[in-house]
């Protein structure tokens, strides 16, 4: 069982910046995709960013591209989402999760508590 723990939410204003965190208990190499999901009050949750952690081929959602940036590292076991230009949009439980080989990346199999991330205009 692979334990994630996320950190790094928090309060900000609209065109502010976060940066969350994820810890993973067990070598992120041996995973196959780190991923950041979201899910705000009455909408469905979306995978906002991933990383597969061998290649480092990386995704993001339209709605974050060019505000969002994901990223590895692979001593610390540890993913990281850079949020800037935040916009009130960007409200919600962020969660983290890691998707292992043979299934699909977006697909996690573990999936940490989630932080909350909310921003005001």
């Known amino acids: 069982q692979v334990q994630l723990v996320e950190s790094g939410g928090g309060s900000v204003q609209a065109g502010g910046s976060l940066r969350l965190s994820c810890a993973a208990s067990?070598?992120?190499?041996?995973?196959?995709?780190m991923i950041w999901f979201r899910q705000a009050p009455g909408k469905e949750r979306e995978a906002v960013a991933a990383?597969?952690?061998?290649?480092?081929?990386?995704y993001y959602v339209d709605s974050v591209k060019g505000r969002f940036t994901i990223s590895q590292d692979s001593a610390k076991n540890t993913v990281y989402l850079q949020m800037a230009s935040l916009k009130p949009e960007d409200t919600a439980t962020y969660y983290c999760?890691?998707?292992?080989?043979?299934?699909?990346?977006?697909?996690?199999?573990?999936w940490g508590q989630g932080t909350q991330v909310t921003v005001s205009s």
């Open positions: 067990e070598y992120t190499s041996s995973l196959k995709c």
């Open positions: 990383i597969a952690t061998v290649s480092g081929n990386i």
């Open positions: 999760a890691a998707s292992i080989p043979g299934a699909l990346c977006l697909k996690p199999a573990y």
